[in-house]
């Protein structure tokens, strides 16, 4: 069945530095790729999203790479901040229907 | 304008009893999703809702859940005879009619069953 598998570890960064996330998807009639940022105690927020026809997309801050290739996804976050510490899941949809598949999710703590 | 409301945010029963969560989409969004999410662990799909209509429940357990999304109101996520296994963050997320972007989350509901 379709799954995008991503463990959860833990990604700890310094300050300033820069983050990458990665993904793993295994369906190849994904179209749509999206990347999510969830607090402690709250909802999954949007970060930014790609699709199927794309390979970068960039937003304030953050880039997402797409390797159709390889099924590949990853979320590069530039100059870390403390505020960026968080679980961030990637998720997927099939062109055919509109829920979104998540990933396990990896935890950022962004060390001072 | 107002995001996904869903309340409770938490919400504790005991064994058998039933559990009834709510969420008000945003405005606008007839497409309601509910997803559950243990503790470190990601978001599994349950269900997804148009108005009056359930587009796919894939993700639902076969017994003791249910969902709706009435013409009127909110969606209702119900669980009878809730077991600790029960226990986790549901959440829901909207979308507009036609959209293939984003899902938009509300805070979640958190069930805890003694």
């Known amino acids: 069945g379709e799954s995008v598998g991503l463990h959860l570890p833990t990604l700890s960064v310094q300050e300033g530095d820069n983050s990458i996330i990665n993904c793993a998807y295994s369906n190849s009639a994904s179209d749509y790729f999206i990347w999510y940022k969830q607090e402690s105690g709250k909802g999954p927020q949007f970060i930014i999203d790609?699709?199927?026809?794309?390979d970068k997309r960039q937003g304030q801050r953050v880039t997402v790479l797409l390797n159709k290739t390889v099924k590949h996804l990853s979320l590069q976050i530039a100059a870390t901040q403390p505020g960026d510490s968080a679980v961030y899941f990637c998720?997927?949809?099939?062109?055919?229907?509109?829920?979104?598949?998540f990933g396990g999710g990896t935890r950022v703590l962004v060390k001072p | 304008n107002a995001g996904v409301m869903q309340n409770p945010r938490h919400l504790v029963r005991r064994r058998g009893q039933e559990a009834r969560l709510r969420c008000s989409p945003m405005?606008?969004?007839?497409?309601v999703y509910w997803y559950r999410q243990l503790p470190e662990e990601g978001l599994k799909f349950m269900v997804y809702l148009q108005k009056e209509n359930i587009i796919d429940e894939s993700g639902m357990p076969k017994e003791r859940f249910s969902a709706e999304f009435p013409k009127e109101g909110p969606s209702i996520l119900r669980i009878q005879q809730v077991v600790r296994g029960d226990s986790a963050a549901y959440f829901c997320?909207?979308?507009?009619?036609?959209?293939?972007?984003?899902?938009?989350f509300g805070e979640g509901s958190r069930l805890t069953v003694l």
């Open positions: 405005k606008g969004h007839s497409h």
């Open positions: 997320a909207s979308s507009p009619q036609g959209s293939t972007g984003e899902l938009f």
């Open positions: 790609i699709r199927s026809n794309m």
């Open positions: 998720a997927e949809r099939v062109a055919a229907g509109n829920k979104l598949t």
